[in-house]
């Protein structure tokens, strides 16, 4: 009798531990969907979201910005490479399917770019309540040919 208890007990605990979802915070999905939704597919100025970005991240986008544009706007201009966040398709629907959790602090966009699915994984954290967003892989695949586009995020 014992030992049906202690394989039912186990059974349960293990059931219970591989039922969990990963949930993705509220805070978290809400800059998510802010960020694509508003500047990513829309071109928002990113400035006013400048808060949810780590210094660093918004220097590279900044830098890519400038770079893009052969300094034709030069250096101070604020403009931030957002089009690193998708495919850059130019013309089709774009739209944020869904948002899953990937681990500690990684967070996956899937998008749908011109009929193009497209991947972008963040690394996120959460400072006193705001989402920072510190680096950022970005897949796809175009012409047959994979694409990897990583911003500030670590090879692992």
Same mark, same amino acid.
């Given at each position: 009798m014992k030992r049906i208890v202690y394989i039912a007990v186990i059974s349960l605990a293990m059931s219970a531990c591989g039922s969990r979802v990963k949930s993705c915070p509220e805070s978290v999905e809400s800059f998510i969907t802010n960020l694509y939704n508003n500047y990513v597919f829309n071109y928002g100025e990113l400035d006013s979201i @400048?808060?949810?970005? =780590?210094? @660093?991240?918004?220097? =590279?986008?900044?830098?890519?910005?400038?770079?893009?544009?052969?300094?034709e706007f030069g250096p101070d201009d604020p403009g931030y490479a957002v089009w690193l966040f998708r495919t850059c398709a130019s013309d089709g629907a774009q739209s944020l399917d869904s948002i899953s959790v990937e681990g500690r602090d990684l967070y996956t966009a899937h998008?749908?770019?011109?009929?193009?699915p497209c991947t972008c994984t963040m690394h996120i954290t959460v400072q006193n309540g705001t989402p920072v967003l510190t680096g950022f892989k970005t897949q796809f695949t175009?012409?047959?040919q994979p694409v990897c586009r990583r911003i500030l995020f670590p090879e692992r």
């Open positions: @400048a808060v949810n970005f =780590s210094p @660093a991240l918004l220097d =590279s986008l900044h830098k890519a910005y400038w770079q893009e544009y052969d300094g998008i749908t770019d011109a009929g193009t175009n012409s047959g």
